[in-house]
């Protein structure tokens, strides 16, 4: 993880007790919530001094937003391309499915998202490097499909940003229902049928 605060004191930030740092942030985050968190409680699960958090960041929504911002840098996928928008959309799919589903995923986003509205730094980062960067894989996707003929010019790139993402995460967060490799299929003949439905 790049770290951008600079170091008092010399201090050397160690690459070992950042990501300590890292898991344990999100692992109490999961346990606890958004507001029970603390910087002490993440210092305690991650084996180190609370220094060691205060020469990174200077809050707890400051950790939590570099945080998080990191996290989905480090685990953006490329737009799909294997020459088909359903394929493309297929491998889409699974994609996310695989990351929302990870447990701590799956604890931890319900609890950003309760704290949105209470916290505007939080809500900037979750819509500008959570919920943005991923919007442009989609929007990507759907412009080559486009170019190649697959979709029509017409489409509402928009609306299918929307269709591609929102029904997954609807399902695996919010209903906790199951996902397999069959309900994709199915979910990728949908939303194909949804986005063409847009033109």
């Not at 591609?164 to 695996?172: D, E, G, N, Q, T």
């Amino acid at each position: 993880m790049t770290v951008r605060r600079a170091t008092t004191g010399g201090a050397v930030l160690r690459p070992r007790v950042t990501e300590a740092i890292v898991s344990a942030t999100f692992v109490e985050l999961a346990a606890c919530g958004y507001a029970r968190l603390s910087m002490e409680a993440v210092a305690r699960r991650a084996g180190v001094g609370k220094a060691a958090l205060y020469r990174r960041w200077s809050s707890k929504q400051e950790m939590l937003a570099d945080l998080v911002r990191q996290a989905v840098a480090d685990t953006l996928p490329p737009a799909p391309s294997t020459g088909a928008f359903r394929s493309d959309l297929r491998e889409l799919l699974g994609e996310l499915r695989d990351q929302v589903a990870a447990p701590v995923v799956a604890d931890v986003v319900p609890t950003l998202l309760a704290e949105l509205r209470h916290t505007p730094a939080l809500a900037e980062v979750v819509q500008a490097d959570v919920a943005g960067p991923r919007r442009e894989v989609g929007v990507e996707m759907l412009r080559a499909a486009v170019e190649r003929g697959d979709l029509p010019p017409s489409v509402d790139v928009d609306l299918a940003v929307d269709l591609l993402i929102a029904p997954l995460l609807f399902r695996v967060l919010v209903t906790g229902a199951a996902c397999d490799d069959a309900y994709l299929d199915t979910l990728a003949a949908a939303v194909e049928a949804a986005v063409r439905a847009t033109a």
